[in-house]
């Protein structure tokens, strides 16, 4: 596929792909009335310009702590003055932000340690999808669909743009979730609004519900590049996706063990993908199932 384009005239999509037959190679142009944007995160590498210090960056220190001689962590988290030493370890520390490197070494931390380092890791994993941007180079909607700051809008309910609802959709987009239930229940969504069964709310609608949306955000003090970090209400949406389809919300056991397994890797980081105490959510899970039969 090399470029996909709207046409206002009509209203259609112009879909332009590369093909490879007996006739010999060449580009081929196809209208549809409907496009589905499926092409995922990782296509565009972002540089990173701070270091994080979530999940990744901690088992990554966790692991070289064993071997190294000291670990400093530098996180935008910290709010300590001074170098503090992490629980339960003899040579780590966390400090704050990275003021500046120098060529023989010497990290100098915005809390005015310093310390001389052989190896500086990045660890910014999805915190703010730092390695990869969003990135649709292919796809022409005359700006009406923009990429600013790392959100994707206007989008209601981060699939589809009101104004050009429901001829256009995005699945996938949002992040720090179960990635293929909500992609699987916005798929559903998608094909119940392109079918005609499920109908969407007016334009206007849409696009207020956008706006008041982008205004919480804002509110919460919540940055532009968080807007599809959904982790707080992962479930919540994905309830609401599957009531718009007509399919069960999420059963409440698998709930509780994603929040319990969240809990368990707190507690016991080292261990906790081999330990674990959860038979009263497999009993939950085997009641269920036999309401079910």
Request: proline share 5%; with cysteine.
């Given at each position: 596929?090399?470029?996909?384009?709207?046409?206002?005239?009509?209203?259609?999509?112009?879909?332009?792909?590369?093909r490879i037959g007996k006739g010999g190679?060449?580009?081929?142009?196809?209208?549809?009335?409907?496009?589905?944007?499926?092409?995922?995160?990782?296509?565009?590498?972002?540089?990173?310009?701070?270091?994080?210090?979530?999940?990744?960056?901690?088992?990554?220190?966790?692991?070289?702590?064993?071997?190294?001689?000291?670990?400093?962590?530098?996180?935008?988290?910290?709010?300590?003055?001074?170098?503090?030493?992490?629980?339960?370890?003899?040579?780590?520390?966390?400090?704050?932000?990275?003021?500046?490197?120098?060529?023989?070494?010497?990290?100098?931390?915005?809390?005015?340690?310093?310390?001389?380092?052989?190896?500086?890791?990045?660890?910014?994993?999805?915190?703010?999808?730092?390695?990869?941007?969003?990135?649709?180079?292919?796809?022409?909607?005359?700006?009406?669909?923009?990429?600013?700051?790392?959100?994707?809008?206007?989008?209601?309910?981060?699939?589809?743009?009101?104004?050009?609802?429901?001829?256009?959709?995005?699945?996938?987009?949002?992040?720090?979730?179960?990635?293929?239930?909500?992609?699987?229940?916005?798929?559903?969504?998608?094909?119940?609004?392109?079918?005609?069964?499920?109908?969407?709310?007016?334009?206007?609608?849409?696009?207020?519900?956008?706006?008041?949306?982008?205004?919480?955000?804002?509110?919460?003090?919540?940055?532009?590049?968080?807007?599809?970090?959904?982790?707080?209400?992962?479930?919540?949406?994905?309830?609401?996706?599957?009531?718009?389809?007509?399919?069960?919300?999420?059963?409440?056991?698998?709930?509780?063990?994603?929040?319990?397994?969240?809990?368990?890797?707190?507690?016991?980081?080292?261990?906790?993908?081999?330990?674990?105490?959860?038979?009263?959510?497999?009993?939950?899970?085997?009641?269920?199932?036999?309401?079910?039969?």
């Open positions: 596929m090399l470029r996909v384009g709207l046409n206002e005239e009509n209203n259609k999509w112009a879909v332009a792909s590369w190679d060449g580009e081929e142009v196809e209208v549809f009335d409907a496009v589905v944007v499926c092409n995922g995160h990782y296509s565009e590498p972002h540089l990173a310009d701070f270091l994080g210090s979530s999940a990744s960056a901690q088992d990554i220190s966790r692991d070289i702590s064993g071997v190294a001689k000291e670990v400093h962590i530098a996180s935008r988290s910290s709010s300590d003055s001074t170098p503090s030493r992490l629980p339960g370890y003899d040579n780590m520390w966390l400090h704050s932000m990275i003021e500046s490197t120098h060529e023989d070494g010497r990290v100098i931390f915005q809390d005015r340690s310093s310390v001389y380092a052989d190896v500086i890791l990045h660890c910014t994993g999805l915190l703010r999808l730092t390695l990869y941007k969003f990135h649709f180079p292919f796809l022409d909607t005359n700006n009406i669909v923009r990429v600013e700051d790392n959100r994707v809008g206007p989008l209601y309910q981060h699939v589809f743009p009101p104004a050009l609802a429901p001829w256009l959709s995005f699945i996938g987009l949002t992040w720090k979730v179960i990635p293929f239930l909500l992609c699987e229940l916005q798929s559903k969504w998608v094909a119940g609004v392109l079918s005609g069964r499920i109908p969407l709310p007016s334009e206007e609608d849409m696009m207020s519900s956008v706006s008041t949306f982008y205004s919480k955000l804002e509110a919460a003090g919540i940055p532009k590049h968080y807007t599809h970090n959904i982790s707080d209400y992962q479930f919540e949406y994905a309830d609401w996706l599957a009531s718009q389809s007509g399919f069960p919300a999420t059963e409440e056991w698998r709930k509780q063990m994603f929040i319990a397994n969240g809990k368990n890797r707190a507690a016991q980081p080292e261990t906790y993908r081999d330990e674990w105490c959860d038979d009263d959510l497999i009993l939950q899970a085997q009641q269920q199932f036999i309401q079910f039969l």
